[in-house]
């Protein structure tokens, strides 16, 4: 089992471009999920999904998008990257998504915006 | 909405030392707790977990017990090591919020030698 894998593991990008952050996950999990990571603030939802085709917002969507084709892979596009979205980015899966369910992480993508 | 309140860190402990990390929490409903931990340019995985009011969970040497009337959640270990050394993200799970997870701002931990 390779658990949640993530690509790129860094990318810079200048302002006005746009990319899209990969995640896989090999564990058969219903529930996805990506999150920002930056300092002082914690761990803040960005999108997530509770199933193939159904995808919805978390506390910080703006300037992302989501789609969820297969159980596997849940990818992350930027739309028009802003110097505001410099963070580390993880996704995360669990089997699904009920209140006790632990919560598997990728090992995460630092993204620079400049 | 539901929200978790941490300590500040960072937390600076000599080995052998008593650990604790406070986490209080609000929520509208009854949450599952949880406390996981990221070591140095990893993700974050889960320490351990309770989802009822009592529970202990632990794992490590860590415990922590959900009281529900004092809203809170610490972390506790009595003989930290320098391999402990990480940043500690408590968490709460609410199936009325849609199973969202929302975390706590994370608690930096050093133990030195």
């Known amino acids: 089992n390779a658990g949640v894998t993530q690509t790129p593991k860094f990318q810079v990008l200048k302002t006005g471009q746009s990319m899209t952050l990969q995640c896989a996950q090999d564990?058969?999990?219903?529930?996805m999920s990506w999150y920002r990571q930056d300092p002082g603030m914690g761990l803040r939802l960005i999108h997530y999904s509770v199933g193939a085709g159904i995808t919805d917002q978390g506390e910080v969507p703006n300037g992302y998008n989501v789609s969820r084709s297969t159980t596997e892979d849940f990818p992350l596009r930027l739309l028009s990257a802003a110097p505001s979205q410099t963070s580390v980015y993880f996704c995360?899966?669990?089997?699904?998504?009920?209140?006790?369910?632990?919560?598997?992480f990728g090992p995460g993508t630092r993204l620079t915006v400049l | 909405g539901n929200s978790v309140t941490q300590m500040e860190g960072p937390v600076t402990l000599s080995e052998e030392a008593f650990l604790t990390i406070n986490c209080t929490y609000t929520a509208t409903g009854y949450p599952s707790l949880f406390w996981y931990v990221q070591y140095p340019g990893e993700g974050l995985q889960l320490l351990l977990k309770?989802?009822?009011?009592?529970d202990k969970g632990s794992n490590k040497g860590f415990e922590a017990t959900y009281r529900k009337e004092t809203t809170s959640f610490h972390l506790e270990k009595g003989s930290v090591q320098v391999s402990d050394s990480a940043v500690y993200f408590c968490a709460l799970s609410d199936l009325a919020s849609y199973d969202k997870v929302i975390f706590g701002p994370g608690t930096s931990l050093s133990v030195i030698p």
């Open positions: 309770a989802t009822k009011a009592d």
């Open positions: 564990m058969n999990h219903e529930y």
């Open positions: 995360a899966s669990s089997y699904s998504g009920g209140g006790a369910d632990e919560q598997f």
